[in-house]
């Protein structure tokens, strides 16, 4: 069995009478990318938060290299990157310096700093930025200077709280091939999204995350396995026509979901599926035959969509 | 690392972010002092008939007292608005809490690093009031140490209270409500035995007036009442000494709730 990195029993965080983490349990280990997927106020961040000592626990057990967040959280944040949900750059700084400040608070010499900026300039690339203020980066160039940030110290974990909210496609992809890196080259991830597509590129398990609770664990394969069937058939009707084509949806396929927008059919063939509704007279506006995704296996289990 | 050299990461870190910002406060530094001597000093003074009543020119009273309360403003600065933007504008304070630096580190640091600044801001100032006669250089930069611990009183108590605020009114309200009051009300520029029997007392209690009492004994040598007071000077030390102290604890505790919920 690999060495576990981050271990949590029952891990609990209240915030007065709000419950926001609820008695979850999880196992990290070494080199693996795990993933805590779920939408907004799910418990990501205090997660994380207690993870990277910066947030003390209400109640359960919380190990990282099998120390104690609350009595020795200094040994752990040397050993750990954190790559927050909002950057925190120095705006008046430059692209180098910010990286050069967070070098000496990890009690780095300045010689070994100045090493450690040029790989990690060419690791975000950036390199022809050094002398740039933060200000005048892109939003990408920013996430990507904040992870480099995290990095300076060389950690063991590297924490990411929803790394590429925010960005654009182009920059999305960027960052998920630099973060693919990381980890062959042997870093223990751990990634909260609500993407459910960045949490199946980049993640080798994750658990599903609702109001405080785990809803689900497992590879993202073996969730959608789990939880949905091999393919989906999406309509989409014309207005108001959504309400009389339900009626005849019944026994078409192995469940369905009727969201404000469209009609969500889960099969094994959609081949058939889309014969049968010919047969039964169904003709939506737009039919759209895809895979299952994590998408999929969230809003069977809460009855929700990851993002509204 | 021991405390000591966590908090001196944090000077270091100011240090980088002064490099690229130190013009606009260098000036201001300069400026100022001229303007206020100038105003105060040279044109107010010659209504004041002061020798008289003081026993010293009115623009050496002002000048000993306006470097006290130049202590004050720029200390309770460093206290204000850029902890707040540590905490809720730019954030720095939170990332800087991900590595070996705690919350504690950061205060301590800030407290060092404001007797770096409040040094330099008054020698300039000392080095200006000695230009404009108003007071002999060995004393003036004798009295540059009173200053600081004047300036770090208000440095560590604004800290406590800033970071324990969730708006940025408050900080305004702060200046307009207690440092402008202290600024007139303390000393500076008239002897607080002008002042009704009543209010002279409250003066003895309030900071700056002890940070006016200190820098004017120490800069000018053997003036008596009543440009400043009879108060033993051990006094206005451990006065000034003890607020800063109790601001220390109170803004490490505060600040470490305040970003570690």
Known sequence: ????????????????????????DFDIVKGEAFGF?????????????????????????????????STQGRSIRQRIGVVPQEDNLDLELTVAENLYVYGRYHDMTRANIRRRIEELLEFAQLTDRAKST????????????????????D?????????????DPQARHVLWDRLYRLKQQGATLIITTHYMDEAEQLCDRLVVMDKGVIAAEGSPRALIAEYAPREVVELRFEDGQQDDAVIKLDGLAHRSEILADRVLL???DAEATQHEMGVRGIHPGQVLVRRSTLEDVFLRLTGRRLID | MSVLTRSMRVVEAELVVYRRTWRGTVISS??????????????????????????IPYLTFVATGLMAATAMQAGAGEGSFPVFAGIKWRKEFHATITTPLSPADIVYGRFLWAIIRLTFILVVFALISVLFGAIEIGPALLAVPAGVLTGVAFTTTVTAFT?????????STLFRFAITPLFLFSGTFFPVSQLPDSLQKIAYLTPLFHGVELVRKIALPGVGEPAVTSLPIWVSVAYLSVMTAIGLVLAARFLDRRLRP
Do not use: C, Q, W
Not at chain 1, 5 to 13: N, P, Q
Not at chain 1, 40 to 46: F, L, V
Not at chain 1, 155 to 167: C, F, N, S, Y
Not at chain 2, 163 to 171: G, I, W
């Open chain 1, 266 to 268: 889960y099969t094994d």
């Open chain 1, 1 to 24: 069995m690999r060495e576990s990195i981050v271990r949590a029993h029952g891990l609990t965080k209240k915030f007065g009478d709000f419950v926001a983490v609820d008695a979850v």
């Open chain 1, 37 to 69: 997927l779920g939408p907004n106020g799910a418990g990501k961040t205090s997660t994380m938060k207690m993870i990277t000592t910066v947030s003390p626990i209400t109640a359960g057990d919380l190990t990282v290299f099998g120390l104690d967040p």
């Open chain 2, 163 to 171: 970071v324990t605020r969730e708006n940025e009114t408050s900080l």
């Open chain 2, 30 to 55: 300069f400026v100022n002092p001229i303007l206020y001597l100038t105003a105060m000093g040279l044109f107010l003074g010659s209504f004041v008939d002061s020798t008289a009543d003081l026993g």
């Open chain 1, 134 to 153: 933060v200000d005048s980066l892109s939003g990408g160039m920013k996430r990507r200077l904040t992870i480099a940030r995290a990095l300076i110290n």
């Open chain 1, 155 to 167: 950690p063991e974990l590297v924490i990411l709280d929803e790394p590429t909210t925010g960005l």
